[in-house]
């Protein structure tokens, strides 16, 4: 892999920002729902630091829309969605687990209520879309599943606002955190959330016609150098510090929101009805077996983990590192791990398999890192 370039076909989809990200310098993709996503342009560590004091301008096309539409689909929203739906008003955003009949994930979207008979699930690296209309096929119902022109942009950074000011108006301020408001723009109506994959504040801005997706990046860079505007991309470090999962790496089709610790975001205790509510339920009573946790592992610092790493007791495997990277700011390296429950504790102890041998490793909750970081800004 390592010197090795992915091959272009159909397949692999560019964006409508690509050609603006290539010009920016992009180093790194990877490939989620079937299309390119940055992952480095400068290096790790110099995109963090960029991101966490100034502003950044991500390709994140690759959150595809899942929309469901019609009569029914209200109803459809709330069957797939272990978040709880039923009073969902438009204009806001819910992070919402997606569950197969047996509890297991099948993605991690953000659902959005764009009318009471109109939703887009934005998608984590999985095909939702199959999931949603096999449903509506199966039991008949009066809905549209469809994967629309959609591709969000994101301003990530602590002068993301003050940005888009700048290039939408006043109102931009206006708008609370998971909710979105209609702004315009060459003669269309686009989607802006107070939303993004960073713990650094922005927006993504919902881009409904690809023909307009040179038009806007230039038109958002051009408002960009009293802000040091860069593009960036989702960032591993950021990510790791600030405890956001990724669905794919950190929780898979093997595991359940228990197991991952989204069950605040699981309907479980109220008359709402959703597929795999009932094994979630019944997981619940008998209780989990492994569960992700967080991890700081000693000796030097570790580059990005790519393959999960085996976690030891000192005699058996006790579970896998699914993330992990140095972070400069902790001066540590930090990562995910999903344990077997007898270590899943806070101040465990165990040792994690590297390419450089055997470290020690303390098992912490995954919100310890932001917290750790606050204590000590
Ligand atoms: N934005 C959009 N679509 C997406 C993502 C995104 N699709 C894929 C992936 N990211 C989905 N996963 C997440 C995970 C966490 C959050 C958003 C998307 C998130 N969580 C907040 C937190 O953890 O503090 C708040 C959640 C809440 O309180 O409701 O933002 O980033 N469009």
Not at 118 to 131: C, E, H, Q, V
Not at 151 to 175: K, N, T, W
Request: charged share 20%; glycine share 8%.
């Amino acid at each position: 892999m390592a010197d090795a370039t992915l091959f272009p076909t159909r397949r692999l989809r560019a964006t409508p920002f690509t050609a603006r990200v290539e010009a920016a310098g992009v180093s790194n993709y990877t490939v989620y729902n079937h299309m390119l996503l940055p992952t480095v342009f400068k290096s790790l560590e110099e995109d963090y630091a960029h991101l966490k004091q100034y502003t950044q301008i991500w390709d994140v096309s690759a959150e595809r829309q899942v929309q469901i539409a019609g009569p029914d689909a209200h109803r459809l929203a709330c069957m797939i969605s272990a978040r709880d739906l039923r009073n969902a008003q438009p204009g806001r955003c819910y992070y919402a687990p997606i569950t197969n009949a047996n509890g297991h994930l099948l993605n991690d979207p953000v659902a959005l209520c764009i009318a009471p008979d109109k939703f887009w699930f934005s998608i984590a690296d999985g095909d939702l879309l199959l999931w949603a209309a096999g449903l509506a096929q199966g039991l008949n119902l009066d809905v549209t599943v469809t994967e629309p022109d959609i591709s969000p942009l994101a301003i990530q950074g602590p002068l993301a606002e003050d940005l888009l000011v700048d290039v939408f108006g006043e109102d931009i301020r206006a708008i609370k955190f998971f909710r979105f408001t209609a702004f315009p723009f060459m003669g269309r109506m686009l989607n802006i959330a107070r939303s993004g994959w960073s713990k650094q504040g922005g927006f993504e801005i919902y881009l409904d016609d690809s023909n307009l997706g040179l038009a806007l990046w230039d038109a958002i860079t051009a408002k960009g150098a009293p802000y040091n505007l860069r593009a960036g991309c989702p960032n591993l470090i950021e990510r790791l510090e600030s405890g956001l999962l990724g669905y794919g790496n950190d929780m898979t089709n093997d595991d359940t929101p228990l197991e991952i610790g989204l069950e605040k975001y699981c309907a479980l205790d109220s008359d709402a009805d959703f597929i795999g509510k009932d094994a979630l339920l019944r997981q619940r009573d008998t209780g989990i077996e492994k569960k992700l946790m967080g991890l700081t592992i000693d000796g030097s610092p570790m580059g990005p983990v790519s393959m999960p790493l085996d976690c030891k007791d000192g005699i058996s495997k006790v579970g896998l590192v699914t993330s992990g990277v140095f972070s400069p700011d902790l001066n540590s390296n930090i990562g995910f791990a999903m344990l077997d429950i007898s270590v899943a504790q806070t101040g465990s102890m165990i040792e994690v398999e590297t390419q450089s041998g055997l470290h020690k490793a303390e098992v912490c909750k995954i919100s310890d890192f932001e917290a750790r970081l606050k204590a000590t800004a």
